[in-house]
Structures are given as structure tokens and as C-alpha cells.
């Protein structure tokens, strides 16, 4: 009976939003299609089923099967049934189109030239909009053209140097090791770890705050983790489910504030209170860093300066604690990576 409650309402709610569109005017690129319309091109990409208005979002719903939470297990069902290039189409049918093969990435890397177009993140745009008194723009990680290339070119000079990544490496050295002995604390009496993913969110943190702000937080401490760590790691985590459910789910946050979009909200304040905090308590370690110098130093508006603090930390934690959950799941398939990788340390 509860479900069938839950899928009246998403129904309702499905045409509640088709008659607010269309009493203001909108219509989706579907509704003036013709033969020669530019995108003939992209409609030939095989995909699932797209719907009016929903496009392809349905496949999370129970009638597709998937959820938000294993995405991974939807792109990889989608390439093994569509091939190398997918077309997805979001909410009011704008077409996405994902691929998986290298040279296709490789294309797409070469051909994006010197403002490249990333979609930004609209909830978090729409935040940071709301509050001039903190942020100038929406972000190095959500502006588009030259305020982006602005952004990218007085924030980003040091933590692509060649130089600054090899007066890393010794650091770096020493917080492999340290999350070493955390993983040889927490495994069970059979010798395994059960949930690697803690555990690799814990090492982007560690790594990423001690590049960008210089300084060891203790992330990787079995026992005794500072509470500001502590703050920091959970509104990381809350800011990172908060950005899934507002990208994939309906876009009611558009017209009220959603829970998803509040838990993002409250997240994004969180951690730029906490940013703010780690900046005036800087100690000399901290200032001796030379991405956190030219952060400072940046000619840029100071309110710049900490969201771009705020973007790297976010946005470097997930990305290592993913992409190396990723890489230990294919090393442990491979035997003679395992063998490769034990001959070399």
C-alpha cells in the first residue's frame, strides 16, 4: 500500500512539473524536432529509451532497476549493451553523451581548446549565487569561459607545477604508509578488510588537506582524530551525497528548498566555516606550502580565495578516494599486476 502511495505521488509530482513548463513557456528540444535540425547526429547514438521530458531518468526508478547509489553498475551495463559511446538524455531531454574508450577521451581532451564547456554543478551554482557576501562567481569548478580561465590561471599555476609535485612525493610517502598501518588496524581476524571505501575517503582527505593547506590533519589516526578533522570529513560526506541527489533526482530544489538541496546547503556552509578556520589558524608549516601561498597571493577577489580552498578539498577527496578504490579492485583481478606491483616496492 506505501509504495503504491509513493508512485502516485511521483506520478502527481511528474505532472505538476509538465503543467508548470508549459503554463511559463517552455518547451523541451523534443517538441520542434525536424529533419534538419543539427542534431540528427547525436539521435543516432544508441541508448535506453528515452521518454518526454523524463529522457532516460527512468532506469533509476523501480520500473529501470538501478540506483543512484551504484552508478558505476549502470555505465557498466550501459557500454556492454550500447557499445563505447552511450547517449543518456537528463530531465527535459538534454542529450549526454559518455564514453569509455581511450583514444575517445583522449579526443575529447584535445578538441575542448581554451574554454572548455563542463556543465556546472546547478545546486551548488544556485547556492553560491544566493550569497555575494562569500562568493564572487560560482567556483573555478562551476564558471565557464574566461572567468573560469581567470580562475584556473591565478589558482591553479602551483598545484600543476612539476616542481611542487615532486616536493610532494615525500610526503605523500609518508601518508601511504600511515594509511598502511590504519588498513593492518582495521582488518578482521580473517586477515580482510570489509569496507575499503572509509578508508580511502579518510586518505583523500589526508592527502589532499595536507597539499593544498600544507599540514598533516590526522585523518589516518586510529585513535584521537581532532573534532575539526572530524567536522570536516562528515560535511565532506554529506556534501557529496547532497551534489547526487540534487543532479539526479527531480529538480524540485528549483522551486523550493528540497531536503537534498538544504543537506547541501548546510554542507557547503560547513565546510567553508571550516576552511575558513584551517586559513586564520595557519602555523608556519602551513604558510611554507606553496599551493596554500599562491592561493593567497592570487590576484584575484579575496572571496575567491577560500571558496577555492573549499573546491579543492571537496573536489580532491572523492576524486583519489574513488580512483583508488578503482585501481585496487582491478589489481586484485589481475594476478600478474599483484605479482608486477610487489617486484617494484
Known amino acids: 500500500m506505501l509504495n503504491g502511495l509513493l508512485q502516485t505521488q511521483d506520478i502527481a509530482a511528474v505532472v505538476i512539473l509538465i503543467i508548470f513548463f508549459l503554463l511559463v513557456g517552455y518547451r523541451p528540444p523534443w517538441w520542434n524536432r525536424n529533419q534538419n535540425d543539427c542534431r540528427k547526429d547525436i539521435r543516432g547514438i544508441p541508448g535506453p529509451l528515452s521518454l518526454p521530458l523524463l529522457g532516460t531518468r527512468w532506469i533509476y526508478s523501480w520500473l529501470g532497476g538501478y540506483s ?34 581511450r583514444r575517445d577521451i583522449e579526443k575529447v581532451f584535445k578538441s575542448s581548446g581554451k574554454y572548455p564547456v563542463r556543465p556546472p554543478t546547478e545546486a551548488i551554482a544556485h547556492y553560491r549565487q544566493s550569497r555575494p557576501d562569500r562568493y564572487a562567481s560560482t567556483g573555478i569548478v562551476n564558471e565557464q569561459g574566461v572567468t573560469w580561465q581567470n580562475l584556473r590561471t591565478g589558482l591553479t599555476t602551483e598545484l600543476t607545477s612539476p616542481r611542487t609535485i615532486a616536493s610532494f612525493l615525500p610526503q605523500i610517502e609518508q601518508i601511504s604508509d600511515d594509511w598502511c598501518n590504519l588498513i593492518r588496524q582495521h582488518r578482521n581476524n580473517q586477515g580482510n578488510i570489509i569496507n575499503l571505501k572509509p578508508l580511502a575517503e579518510r586518505l583523500g582527505l589526508e592527502a589532499t588537506c595536507a597539499l593544498v593547506l600544507g599540514r598533516r590533519m590526522g585523518f589516518l589516526l ?56 584551517l586559513i586564520e589558524s595557519a602555523d608556519e608549516e602551513t ?22 580552498i573549499v573546491d579543492f578539498i571537496a573536489a580532491g577527496i572523492y576524486t583519489l578516494g574513488n580512483s583508488l578504490v578503482f585501481v585496487l579492485y582491478l589489481i586484485s583481478k589481475h594476478a600478474n599486476c599483484q605479482k608486477k606491483t610487489v617486484r617494484r616496492s
Open 68 to 101: 543512484f547509489s551504484k552508478i558505476h553498475e549502470v555505465y557498466r551495463d550501459l557500454f556492454k549493451k550500447y557499445g563505447p559511446i552511450v547517449k543518456e538524455e537528463t530531465l527535459f531531454n538534454i542529450p549526454v553523451i559518455s564514453i569509455v574508450e
Open 222 to 277: 586510529q585513535e584521537d582524530v581532532s573534532e575539526t578533522a572530524q567536522q570536516l570529513a562528515e560535511a565532506v560526506h554529506h556534501h557529496f551525497l547532497a551534489c547526487r541527489d540534487t543532479f539526479y533526482g527531480l529538480p524540485f530544489w528549483k522551486l523550493w528548498p528540497t531536503k537534498s538541496y538544504n543537506r547541501l546547503a548546510a554542507s557547503e556552509d560547513a565546510i567553508y566555516t571550516l576552511a575558513l578556520k
Open 287 to 308: 604558510r611554507e606550502s606553496a599551493i596554500f601561498q599562491s592561493v593567497l597571493h592570487a590576484p584575484i577577489d579575496e572571496r575567491e580565495k577560500t571558496a577555492a
